[in-house]
T-cell receptor
Framework: EAQVTQNPRYLITVTGKKLTVTCSQN?????MSWYRQDPGLGLRQIYY???????DKGDVPEGYKVSRKEKRNFPLILESPSPNQTSLYFC????????????FGSGTRLTVV | DAKTTQPNSMESNEEEPVHLPCNHS???????IHWYRQLPSQGPEYVIH???SNVNNRMASLAIAEDRKSSTLILHRATLRDAAVYYC??????????????FGQGTILTVHP
């Protein structure tokens, strides 16, 4: 089944403790992206990647890192999480170009205390 | 980024058609119009997209104005499962223009039995 898989689904952590949220897709998509979703603010793009080793900032990249060492994986790294990064996170992938729809993962609910 | 404007909310009765409007007056000639929906507690789901011509698929129809400054997502017979937040977004065709995506607030669709 074609899908985007995020892990973990739920995570509670403490301020300052580095964490990684994994994202993997099995559709051989070149493009991948991370979003966060907060009440009243909607979906905001954090980072995106056009292909392996090619990443760029979205609208809210501060406090996050990403890497794209292989096509299928696009992990989101929080080096020193803070409470304002408590949010619902979504990973998405697509073929290259505007003529393709996104496939989203099921989300990771992160709480930083 | 070209932006989209949607009504905050709409209501419909079950088994009636629903027309969800979207304005995108600053759309560029190569932007694709995409629609997604997000059911409660789930990731966004691709619905349909188009460039100039009207489009149909098993989920919905997309009607695009001749000047492309607006579009309408049509659900032909709404069901309770169609209750969701619907997002209209613009995606560039290629190069780096399709990488950065902005989701608006979307339209909350309520379907009454």
């Amino acid at each position: 089944e074609a899908q985007v898989t995020q892990n973990p689904r739920y995570l509670i952590t403490v301020t300052g403790k580095k964490l990684t949220v994994t994202c993997s897709q099995n559709m051989n998509h070149e493009y991948m992206s991370w979003y966060r979703q907060d009440p009243g603010l909607g979906l905001r793009q954090i980072y995106y990647s056009m292909n392996v080793e090619v990443t760029d900032k979205g609208d809210v990249p501060e406090g996050y890192k990403v890497s794209r060492k292989e096509k299928r994986n696009f992990p989101l790294i929080l080096e020193s999480p803070s409470p304002n990064q408590t949010s619902l996170y979504f990973c998405a992938s697509s073929e290259q170009g505007g003529n393709y729809g996104y496939t989203f993962g099921s989300g990771t609910r992160l709480t930083v205390v | 980024d070209a932006k989209t404007t949607q009504p905050n909310s709409m209501e419909s009765n079950e088994e009636e058609p629903v027309h969800l409007p979207c304005n995108h007056s600053t759309i560029s000639g190569t932007d694709y119009i995409h629609w997604y929906r997000q059911l409660p507690s789930q990731g966004p789901e691709y619905v349909i997209h188009g460039l100039t011509s009207n489009v149909n698929n098993r989920m919905a129809s997309l009607a695009i104005a001749e000047d492309r400054k607006s579009s309408t997502l049509i659900l032909h017979r709404a069901t309770l499962r169609d209750a969701a937040v619907y997002y209209c977004i613009l995606r560039g065709a290629g190069g780096t223009s399709y990488g950065k995506l902005t989701f608006g607030q979307g339209t909350i669709l309520t379907v009454h039995p």
